[in-house]
Protein backbone atom coordinates (compact mmCIF):
# COMPACT_ATOMS: atom_id res chain seq x y z
CA UNK A 1 0.00 0.00 0.00
CA UNK A 2 1.30 3.54 -0.60
CA UNK A 3 1.22 6.31 1.71
CA UNK A 4 1.14 9.77 -1.04
CA UNK A 5 0.54 12.87 0.97
CA UNK A 6 2.78 16.53 0.57
CA UNK A 7 5.01 18.74 2.75
CA UNK A 8 2.06 20.76 4.45
CA UNK A 9 2.16 23.87 6.03
CA UNK A 10 2.80 24.24 9.13
CA UNK A 11 2.10 27.82 10.20
CA UNK A 12 0.18 29.26 13.06
CA UNK A 13 1.92 26.26 15.05
CA UNK A 14 3.03 22.43 13.96
CA UNK A 15 -0.38 21.58 15.24
CA UNK A 16 -2.18 22.81 11.66
CA UNK A 17 0.06 20.54 9.90
CA UNK A 18 -2.35 17.17 10.19
CA UNK A 19 -4.85 19.35 10.15
CA UNK A 20 -3.41 20.53 6.23
CA UNK A 21 -2.59 17.27 5.86
CA UNK A 22 -6.14 15.58 5.90
CA UNK A 23 -7.71 18.49 4.29
CA UNK A 24 -6.22 17.37 1.08
CA UNK A 25 -6.60 13.66 1.73
CA UNK A 26 -3.11 13.17 2.23
CA UNK A 27 -1.87 9.66 3.82
CA UNK A 28 1.48 10.74 4.45
CA UNK A 29 2.93 14.40 5.13
CA UNK A 30 6.61 16.42 5.52
CA UNK A 31 6.33 19.77 7.77
CA UNK A 32 9.17 21.54 9.14
CA UNK A 33 8.81 21.60 13.47
CA UNK A 34 10.50 25.06 13.09
CA UNK A 35 11.42 28.51 10.26
CA UNK A 36 13.28 26.36 8.09
CA UNK A 37 15.17 29.62 7.44
CA UNK A 38 16.08 30.82 10.90
CA UNK A 39 18.64 29.36 13.66
CA UNK A 40 16.52 30.21 16.55
CA UNK A 41 12.68 29.44 17.80
CA UNK A 42 10.74 28.90 20.43
CA UNK A 43 9.96 26.02 21.87
CA UNK A 44 7.45 24.17 21.24
CA UNK A 45 4.23 24.83 23.42
CA UNK A 46 2.66 21.72 25.42
CA UNK A 47 -0.33 22.40 24.29
CA UNK A 48 1.26 22.41 20.55
CA UNK A 49 2.77 19.00 21.52
CA UNK A 50 -1.22 17.81 22.69
CA UNK A 51 -2.78 18.83 20.42
CA UNK A 52 -0.89 17.27 17.34
CA UNK A 53 -0.47 14.27 18.80
CA UNK A 54 -4.57 14.14 19.37
CA UNK A 55 -4.66 14.78 15.74
CA UNK A 56 -2.53 12.60 14.73
CA UNK A 57 -4.54 9.40 16.55
CA UNK A 58 -7.80 10.92 15.41
CA UNK A 59 -7.15 11.40 11.49
CA UNK A 60 -4.94 7.81 11.78
CA UNK A 61 -1.77 8.77 10.71
CA UNK A 62 1.42 6.50 11.42
CA UNK A 63 4.32 8.24 12.53
CA UNK A 64 6.48 6.29 10.16
CA UNK A 65 4.55 8.31 7.34
CA UNK A 66 5.28 11.38 8.78
CA UNK A 67 8.35 13.02 7.54
CA UNK A 68 9.65 16.38 8.99
CA UNK A 69 11.94 18.20 7.01
CA UNK A 70 15.29 19.83 8.67
CA UNK A 71 16.39 23.59 7.90
CA UNK A 72 17.99 24.82 5.32
CA UNK A 73 20.58 26.16 7.24
CA UNK A 74 21.72 22.93 8.28
CA UNK A 75 25.14 22.05 6.88
CA UNK A 76 26.60 18.99 8.80
CA UNK A 77 29.46 18.58 6.90
CA UNK A 78 30.70 22.25 7.22
CA UNK A 79 34.23 22.60 7.13
CA UNK A 80 34.36 25.21 9.39
CA UNK A 81 34.25 23.38 12.96
CA UNK A 82 32.12 26.56 14.78
CA UNK A 83 29.79 26.37 11.57
CA UNK A 84 29.54 22.55 12.00
CA UNK A 85 28.71 22.69 15.26
CA UNK A 86 25.95 24.99 15.04
CA UNK A 87 24.56 23.33 12.18
CA UNK A 88 24.75 19.62 14.72
CA UNK A 89 23.38 21.84 17.33
CA UNK A 90 20.43 23.14 15.63
CA UNK A 91 19.94 19.33 13.98
CA UNK A 92 20.00 18.08 18.14
CA UNK A 93 17.48 21.31 18.92
CA UNK A 94 15.41 19.79 15.60
CA UNK A 95 15.48 16.22 16.47
CA UNK A 96 14.30 16.84 20.03
CA UNK A 97 11.35 18.86 19.18
CA UNK A 98 10.30 15.90 16.92
CA UNK A 99 10.45 13.29 19.48
CA UNK A 100 8.57 15.34 21.50
CA UNK A 101 6.09 15.15 19.05
CA UNK A 102 6.52 11.35 18.92
CA UNK A 103 8.16 11.21 15.63
CA UNK A 104 10.50 9.06 14.29
CA UNK A 105 12.33 10.71 11.12
CA UNK A 106 14.12 13.72 10.47
CA UNK A 107 14.81 14.46 6.63
CA UNK A 108 18.13 16.48 6.34
CA UNK A 109 20.39 17.65 2.79
CA UNK A 110 23.40 15.56 3.59
CA UNK A 111 25.68 19.01 3.51
CA UNK A 112 27.79 20.94 1.58
CA UNK A 113 32.15 20.99 1.19
CA UNK A 114 31.98 24.83 0.33
CA UNK A 115 35.32 24.06 -2.18
CA UNK A 116 37.37 23.97 1.16
CA UNK A 117 37.88 20.11 1.25
CA UNK A 118 37.46 16.95 -0.87
CA UNK A 119 33.81 15.31 -0.72
CA UNK A 120 35.50 12.36 1.09
CA UNK A 121 36.09 14.72 3.82
CA UNK A 122 32.90 16.21 4.11
CA UNK A 123 31.21 12.89 3.57
CA UNK A 124 33.28 12.02 7.04
CA UNK A 125 32.41 15.39 8.72
CA UNK A 126 28.76 14.41 8.00
CA UNK A 127 29.14 11.26 10.14
CA UNK A 128 30.60 12.37 12.69
CA UNK A 129 27.93 14.84 12.93
CA UNK A 130 25.05 12.77 12.43
CA UNK A 131 26.82 10.16 15.25
CA UNK A 132 27.10 13.76 17.57
CA UNK A 133 23.15 13.88 17.01
CA UNK A 134 22.80 10.68 17.69
CA UNK A 135 24.49 10.78 21.31
CA UNK A 136 22.20 13.33 22.06
CA UNK A 137 18.76 12.61 20.89
CA UNK A 138 17.09 9.36 22.24
CA UNK A 139 16.09 7.18 19.08
CA UNK A 140 15.33 9.59 15.99
CA UNK A 141 16.45 8.21 12.46
CA UNK A 142 18.40 10.88 10.37
CA UNK A 143 17.17 10.73 7.00
CA UNK A 144 19.39 11.82 4.20
CA UNK A 145 17.83 13.29 1.01
CA UNK A 146 19.67 13.10 -2.76
CA UNK A 147 20.35 16.00 -3.41
CA UNK A 148 20.85 17.45 -7.33
CA UNK A 149 24.35 18.46 -7.30
CA UNK A 150 23.94 22.00 -7.10
CA UNK A 151 26.86 24.15 -5.93
CA UNK A 152 28.57 22.34 -3.18
CA UNK A 153 26.05 20.28 -1.81
CA UNK A 154 26.84 16.74 -1.74
CA UNK A 155 24.62 13.59 -2.01
CA UNK A 156 23.93 13.97 -5.63
CA UNK A 157 25.70 9.78 -5.80
CA UNK A 158 24.21 7.08 -4.23
CA UNK A 159 27.54 6.47 -3.01
CA UNK A 160 27.13 9.59 -1.22
CA UNK A 161 24.93 8.45 1.04
CA UNK A 162 26.33 4.67 0.99
CA UNK A 163 29.54 6.05 2.53
CA UNK A 164 27.72 8.64 4.82
CA UNK A 165 25.65 5.32 6.40
CA UNK A 166 29.26 3.54 6.05
CA UNK A 167 30.59 5.22 8.71
CA UNK A 168 27.65 6.02 11.12
CA UNK A 169 27.80 4.03 14.00
CA UNK A 170 23.97 3.63 14.75
CA UNK A 171 22.81 2.31 11.29
CA UNK A 172 19.22 1.39 12.97
CA UNK A 173 19.14 5.35 13.19
CA UNK A 174 19.80 5.90 9.52
CA UNK A 175 17.85 5.95 6.56
CA UNK A 176 17.40 7.68 3.08
CA UNK A 177 15.13 9.97 1.48
CA UNK A 178 14.99 9.86 -2.80
CA UNK A 179 14.32 13.02 -4.55
CA UNK A 180 12.84 12.07 -7.82
CA UNK A 181 13.23 15.85 -8.82
CA UNK A 182 17.01 15.56 -7.32
CA UNK A 183 17.75 12.27 -8.61
CA UNK A 184 16.70 13.09 -12.21
CA UNK A 185 18.62 16.48 -11.91
CA UNK A 186 21.92 14.64 -11.01
CA UNK A 187 21.42 12.56 -13.54
CA UNK A 188 19.66 9.15 -12.60
CA UNK A 189 16.89 8.30 -15.52
CA UNK A 190 13.33 7.73 -14.32
CA UNK A 191 11.19 8.47 -17.45
CA UNK A 192 11.05 4.74 -18.75
CA UNK A 193 10.71 0.82 -17.09
CA UNK A 194 13.78 0.23 -18.09
CA UNK A 195 15.82 3.75 -17.31
CA UNK A 196 13.51 3.51 -14.01
CA UNK A 197 14.76 0.01 -13.40
CA UNK A 198 18.49 0.69 -13.32
CA UNK A 199 18.24 3.93 -11.28
CA UNK A 200 16.12 1.65 -8.82
CA UNK A 201 18.59 -1.29 -9.12
CA UNK A 202 21.52 0.88 -8.57
CA UNK A 203 19.90 2.63 -5.31
CA UNK A 204 19.84 -1.36 -4.36
CA UNK A 205 22.85 -2.44 -5.20
CA UNK A 206 24.54 0.89 -3.63
CA UNK A 207 22.32 1.76 -0.75
CA UNK A 208 19.71 -0.81 -0.45
CA UNK A 209 16.06 -0.58 0.48
CA UNK A 210 16.14 -1.28 3.93
CA UNK A 211 17.69 2.22 4.51
CA UNK A 212 15.17 4.05 2.65
CA UNK A 213 12.61 5.82 4.32
CA UNK A 214 10.87 8.42 2.37
CA UNK A 215 10.26 9.63 -1.30
CA UNK A 216 10.23 13.06 -2.06
CA UNK A 217 8.16 13.24 -5.38
CA UNK A 218 8.46 16.31 -7.51
CA UNK A 219 8.25 16.38 -11.41
CA UNK A 220 11.44 18.60 -12.40
CA UNK A 221 11.47 22.29 -14.31
CA UNK A 222 15.34 21.32 -15.90
CA UNK A 223 16.24 18.12 -18.23
CA UNK A 224 18.02 15.22 -17.11
CA UNK A 225 21.85 16.20 -15.08
CA UNK A 226 21.87 19.74 -15.23
CA UNK A 227 22.11 19.61 -11.70
CA UNK A 228 19.33 22.21 -11.50
CA UNK A 229 16.89 21.89 -8.35
CA UNK A 230 13.87 23.31 -9.50
CA UNK A 231 10.81 21.14 -8.92
CA UNK A 232 7.84 21.01 -11.18
CA UNK A 233 3.98 20.13 -10.81
CA UNK A 234 3.45 16.68 -11.75
CA UNK A 235 3.06 16.33 -15.37
CA UNK A 236 4.33 20.10 -16.17
CA UNK A 237 8.01 19.15 -15.93
CA UNK A 238 10.62 16.54 -18.02
CA UNK A 239 9.24 13.65 -15.90
CA UNK A 240 6.47 12.17 -17.40
CA UNK A 241 3.46 10.18 -16.18
CA UNK A 242 5.11 6.79 -16.82
CA UNK A 243 7.98 7.64 -13.90
CA UNK A 244 4.82 8.80 -11.51
CA UNK A 245 3.15 4.95 -12.68
CA UNK A 246 6.17 3.22 -12.30
CA UNK A 247 6.45 4.81 -8.56
CA UNK A 248 3.12 3.88 -7.89
CA UNK A 249 2.93 0.10 -8.22
CA UNK A 250 6.41 -0.35 -7.30
CA UNK A 251 6.33 -2.56 -4.24
CA UNK A 252 9.65 -1.46 -2.62
CA UNK A 253 7.99 2.04 -2.20
CA UNK A 254 5.23 0.40 -0.08
CA UNK A 255 4.94 1.45 3.65
CA UNK A 256 6.71 4.51 3.41
CA UNK A 257 5.94 8.29 2.93
CA UNK A 258 5.71 9.52 -0.60
CA UNK A 259 5.37 13.70 -0.46
CA UNK A 260 4.60 16.22 -2.96
CA UNK A 261 7.03 19.07 -2.67
CA UNK A 262 5.31 20.10 -6.14
CA UNK A 263 4.81 24.23 -6.78
CA UNK A 264 1.59 24.47 -7.01
CA UNK A 265 -0.11 23.50 -3.22
CA UNK A 266 -3.85 24.32 -4.71
CA UNK A 267 -3.78 21.32 -6.94
CA UNK A 268 -1.95 18.85 -3.92
CA UNK A 269 -5.32 17.27 -3.48
CA UNK A 270 -5.73 16.32 -7.42
CA UNK A 271 -2.20 15.47 -7.80
CA UNK A 272 -2.57 12.76 -4.82
CA UNK A 273 -5.68 11.59 -6.43
CA UNK A 274 -4.11 11.39 -9.89
CA UNK A 275 -1.10 8.94 -8.08
CA UNK A 276 -3.37 7.00 -6.66
CA UNK A 277 -5.33 6.64 -9.78
CA UNK A 278 -1.97 5.10 -11.48
CA UNK A 279 -1.92 2.45 -8.57
CA UNK A 280 -2.77 -0.80 -10.43
CA UNK A 281 -3.55 -2.93 -6.85
ZN1 LIG B 1 14.81 18.70 0.87
MN1 LIG C 1 13.06 17.11 -1.41
MN1 LIG D 1 14.58 20.42 -4.04
Not at 147 to 155: E, H, K, L, V, Y
Request: glycine share 8%; with cysteine; hydrophobic share 35%.
Amino acid sequence: MKYVGAHVSASGGVSQAPINAKNINARAFGLFVKNQKRWEAKPLENSEIEKFKNEINEFGYNVKHILPHAGYLINLGNPESEKREKSYNSMIDEAGRCEQLGLTLINVHPGSHLKLISEEECLGLIADSINHVHANTESISIVLENTAGMGSNIGYKFEHLRDIISLVKDKNRVGVCIDTCHAFAAGYDLRTKETYNKTMEDFGKIVGFEYLKGIHLNDSMYDLGLKKDRHESLLKGKLGEECFRLIMNDKRLDDIPIILETIDETIWAEEIEFLYSLSKN
